[in-house]
């Protein structure tokens, strides 16, 4: 696949459509007194959060309708309290428990490297200092973007790569908002960088909103959205694609999304791809129109290949009736801010209950 693919995916999904694409009359007016009034009560600045959900939705050509502001707004009560930058707990820790782990990949003595966080950072205090200091994941980049563009070991650790990969009041993939960004103009002015927009709270929730609701999904129910927001776009669909695989196999394969290893250099299949290829004579499909198809499992024309509608077919046939399109991924979540046993499922049934509150109140 092209490097220039993501960007053209997401440009094809803007303008495809999306959930709830914007009527030509709506009201800002009456589009900033929904918003206002779907903020759970006490959260600060209201009238700020308020015009940046309105203009995102804007900008984005959204229609503002009450479920797509709820979604939202679900996600950001679940992510970070309706805080910009908040407090994580226990951060200093988090971070030298990272720092020594890669330095630990790269064969580099931990003495050396403690030694080397004494030195003075470019702010003037000691890079040890400075990390002790962190309170929150925006003073935590910053100790690392000085330490990757000053200091060599810095490079060898992080190979130019800030760790703090999701970021803001929603937590964008900083990946994700730079491909969205070079496909669809950001209606801001940048400051620094497209990674650091994401720490504002117009910036996370411009992409937030874009990673939550602009892409087109076969459910309606936004359940699926909210565990897509955790796992990646469409991973629902496909792990319900995996299941009919299982059905129509009869190999047990995990349901978690991916339907091609997230490492490796291709060469040799994943456990979706392998079953697939035990199934391809009875499919009528070459082994290389199966990788294809798996290929484009992170948009929408992934339903229309043959791959995906010979399989609904066969499994539907042997289970005697349908099967769902769409499904919670059945991941475990894993990062240095968790610390008990959390999943997607979890993550989306939580947001989905703060998403009927929101619809209720």
């Avoid at 600045?45 to 995102?56: A, I, M, V």
């Avoid at 490796?264 to 294809?292: M, V």
């Amino acid at each position: 696949m092209h490097r220039s693919t993501p960007c053209l995916l997401i440009l094809a999904w803007v303008v495809a459509g999306c959930a709830s694409e914007r009527p030509a009359s709506t009201a800002p007016a009456a589009a900033r007194q929904l918003i206002e009034r779907s903020i759970p009560r006490g959260v600060l600045d209201r009238d700020g959060w308020t015009e940046d959900l309105y203009t995102g939705f804007d900008a984005l050509g959204l229609a503002p309708s009450l479920e797509n502001i709820c979604a939202v707004v679900a996600v950001i009560e679940q992510e970070s309290g309706f805080r910009v930058d908040p407090p994580i707990s226990g951060l200093p820790a988090i971070a030298w428990k990272e720092i020594d782990e890669r330095a630990a990949r790269a064969g580099v003595p931990r003495l050396v490297l403690h030694g080397i966080l004494e030195l003075n950072s470019p702010t003037g205090r000691t890079y040890r200092e400075r990390i002790d200091g962190a309170r929150t994941e925006k003073d935590l980049s910053d100790i690392y973007e000085d330490f990757i563009g000053t200091v060599p070991l810095g490079r060898i650790l992080f190979a130019d790569h800030n760790p703090i990969r999701t970021r803001g009041p929603m937590q964008v993939s900083v990946a994700f908002a730079e491909r969205f960004a070079a496909a669809k103009h950001y209606p801001y002015r940048v400051e620094s960088s497209i990674a650091d927009e994401l720490f504002t709270r117009r910036g996370s929730i411009y992409f937030g909103i874009a990673h939550l609701l602009v892409y087109p999904v076969g459910s309606d129910q936004y359940l699926y959205r909210f565990a897509d927001y955790n796992a990646g776009q469409y991973a629902s669909r496909n792990a319900a694609f995996q299941q009919a695989v299982t059905v129509a196999s009869g190999i047990p394969l995990l349901a978690d999304g991916a339907l091609l290893p997230h490492a490796g250099d291709g060469s040799t299949p994943g456990a979706t791809e392998a079953a697939l290829r035990a199934l391809a004579p009875r499919l009528g499909l070459r082994q290389s129109d199966i990788h294809a198809a798996l290929e484009q499992g992170k948009t929408q024309n992934f339903e229309r290949t043959p791959t995906y509608l010979r399989v609904f077919a066969m499994a539907e046939k042997k289970q005697h009736g349908p099967l769902s399109r769409a499904v919670i991924p059945r991941i475990e979540l894993h990062g240095p801010k968790i610390s008990r046993t959390l999943t997607t499922e979890w993550y989306a049934k939580r947001v989905n209950r703060r998403f009927a509150s929101c619809l209720h109140q």
